[in-house]
């Protein structure tokens, strides 16, 4: 009898498994992995927490990052390489050439003065002056070394390769607008035009007209989707074009770069403050090329990465330790990323 019993109780067990599983979790076979799957978060939750994302557009300031009315210098710089350059202008080019003129200037009215026929009826026959000829062939070339060494310095500053753990955004000039790219944040594109004008004919088909809403900046410069950055960090920016030749240029980031077909010309981009900064296409691209404007919007990380995640497909890669894989030549890949993999995978195992 004791044994059909436990027949009749190992085919009740065999038909109905939740039971058996709830035996043994009453006998504590299995109470660990009831413990963990009680405490465990939901794993929904954190994904549909990362997808969120908000961005209002920056309101830009006016004077700033765009030409102004009686303007004659340079646009007020926000880059590193931009206030660089400016104090090249102001302080070594602007003085040598001021000097220059006036010295210029000096020797023309003595010789009117001294050396016209009235004052000096006897020519001088003076065919060759030693001391003379070598002042006015050593002084220019001092001047020029002394504009070459800060030029040639600012020159290698500009071309000088971005880190690489940089963000990289690639820039595509098309015939009249701008594609921006971001490999690094989901590989989304988003595709700029300029704002139509009130009161004038359509530009852009499909495009709403400037002043339409509050962020919006001058006329001509405004479109409807800037080319959004992270301020204060080192930006790879990868240029080409994909029908004629275009050109990327921001005066207030002393940037200017061409867009060539099948050509990538690579620059680094670092904006100091958080703004808008306008600029235009710079080499004459056809029909419309006064009508594809630049706008750069700077924002802080945590906005960026917002306005990132309102993109389908935006992913947020984080702040890098190291550059990945493809960042090292052969050779050059740390000694100690080459045993983490192997050791990543015995622990998963």
Known sequence: MISGKIARAASQMAKAPGLFLASLT???IMAPQVALAAVAPEPAAAPAQAAAGSYTPMTPTPGIGMPVDG???FQQQFSKLGEYGEWIHNAVLLPIIGVISVFVLVLLLIIIVRYNRRA???PSKTSHHTVL????TLVPVLILVGIAIPSIDLLAKQYKPAPKDALTIKVTGNQWFWTYGYPDNGD???ISNML???GQPT????????G?????GPSHLEVDNRMVVPVGEPIRLQITASDVIHSFAVPSLWFKLDAVPGRINEKVLVVEKPGVYYGQCSELCGAKHGYMPIAVEALPRDKYNAWVLTHAGGAIDGQKAAGSETDYLPGEQPAGEASEAPAAEAAAE
């Not at 530009?203 to 400037?210: C, D, M, P």
């Not at 339409?212 to 919006?216: F, R, V």
Request: proline share 9%; hydrophobic share 45%.
């Open 203 to 210: 530009i852009n088909n499909g495009v709403r007209e400037v």
């Open 120 to 122: 000096n009826p006897v």
């Open 133 to 136: 000829e070598v002042i006015w």
């Open 71 to 73: 303007g004659i210098g």
């Open 196 to 198: 139509n004008l009130p």
């Open 26 to 28: 009453a006998a504590g």
């Open 188 to 190: 989304f594109e988003v």
């Open 212 to 216: 339409s809403e509050p962020w919006d």
